[in-house]
């Protein structure tokens, strides 16, 4: 069993479609790309994920999502720990209102880290392993929003792996960034894979050739296609999914 | 050409509105300054009245100030205890879409628009209910009332800036909404709670006709919650009504003391405000 299997997963805002009905295991240590035009669906397959899309206004989920074997949308599901398992990687970096340090000791303090020594390790540690801390050791009590965007970037990929998931969702992470902070990015995203179940959303089709082991195309609203990325690069089955992957649509 | 026009039309359009408003409030300032300067003395800020006081005898307005700062701080801090808890449960996190929220909402700004002589009217009735008399305590209730609709619509107006992708970030890594709110909303929102408070302080501070009939007036200063207490609009208001130009002009130097207070407070908090907000992601 997986880390994450969606089965019958729809989504509809207001009655307008989300996404349709779904069904879709994510391989576990590999880099999972789900692509597709904009407005296809992928933001909100991915915020389904750890049920984030309950903030959304009219959203309106049915089927089901297995996170180790479990339906999140059970009721009496503890979004607390359901979230601890997954972390997210948001388009435009989101920093928190403190500093560098606190921004990567905020998850392990709300999941009850306390001891001064403990938390320090984790900062640097992670840090270390979103390829900050070179930069920013010397300044880890100063304002996170003083970070360029690509650190900042890199600064919420240290703050998501502080609480340990097991699975990071990634919501087109470079869209924001110059070439070079994306490129720190996926250096990190493909270090990261053997450990971690990644999701990660993109519309750069040559992001996902460089990225993905596994790739699953969407359009307006379908899952289309499926399969392991040399595969659906080289061989794809169905018609738009060659369309879009020889870039006729878009 | 008609582009450039309508540039320069507004530019002076935004420049004379600004000048009428900055205009008439240093007009404003310069007369209460002008007509009080000549009463403003040590005398006046540290003395309570003499018994001639209101005859152009010695004495000054401390009852008062002591008085409005004990009414106004204690209602605001009272008001920050209802009106926070108010303009969270107004977010969309708690219970922002629901048909509640709205009446909440509504009701708010009616209360907003209520005069506050009928704020102290409603205070006067209770403190009869209650058995209380003029008091501190009286007071603080009218205050309290006079302040909360602003304060919570104006926190609430704050909150709702506050991006929700910052709140989803805190929420992703398994944060309760209270946590998100401690930690990451109020932190950024402080500024412009601040503001929010002060706004209502301000009301607070500057209010005469709710503390008319609650708080009353005394020559001495506030001793306890259950006696009556000064408050400087109300001894502007007596001190105007004398025949006594030396009174009259006291009356301005009172008022000046009022406006003085005011802007302390103001940079104290904002000063403050931006020293706590210093982390604040987003300018
Ligand atoms: N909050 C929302 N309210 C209403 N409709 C939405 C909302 N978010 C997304 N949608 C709609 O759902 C569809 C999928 O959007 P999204 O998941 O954001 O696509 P993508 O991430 O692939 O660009 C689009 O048609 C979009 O307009
Ligand atoms: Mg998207």
Redo the contacts between chains.
Sequence with gaps: MPHVAVRDLSVTYEGKIGFKSTTVEIPDACITAVIGPSGCGKSTFLRCL?R?ID?T?GARVQGEVLIDGTNIYDPGTD??????K???L?Q?P??????IY?NVA??PR??GTRRRAELDDIVRKQLEVAGLWEEVHDRLHQ???QLSLGQQQRL?LA??LA?EPEVLLCDEPTASLDPVSSGHVEERLIELKSEYTIVLVTHMLRQAHRLADYVLFMYMGELVEEGPADELFSNPRDERTRDYVAGTIS | MRRRLEEVGFRTLMLMALLSVVGALMLLIMVVAINGARALNWEMVSQVPTGGYYLAGGGGVLNAITGSLALAVTATVVAILFALPVALFLQ??YGG?TRFAVVVRTYLDLLWGIPPIVYGAFGFTLMLYMGLRASLLGGVIALTFVELPIMARAMEEVLRTI??????????????RW?TMR??VL??AMPGLVTAVLLAFGQGIGNAAAVLFTAGYTDNLPRSLFEPVASLPLAVFFQLGTPFPEVQERAYASALILLVIVLVISIKSRLLGRLL??????D
Excluded at chain 1, 94 to 99: C, E, F, G, R
Excluded at chain 2, 163 to 176: F, N
Excluded at chain 2, 277 to 282: A, E, I, M, W
């Design positions: 750890n984030l903030n206004p979004l607390s720990a359901l979230r601890k997954l972390g997210l948001s435009r989101q920093v928190l209102p403190m500093s606190d905020y998850g709300i999941h304002p996170a929003r919420c703050r998501g609480v | 969309s996190d879409r991006p929700r992708a910052l709140k989803e970030a805190s929420y992703a890594l398994g944060a309760t946590e930690w990451v932190r950024q907000s210093k982390h604040n992601v987003l």
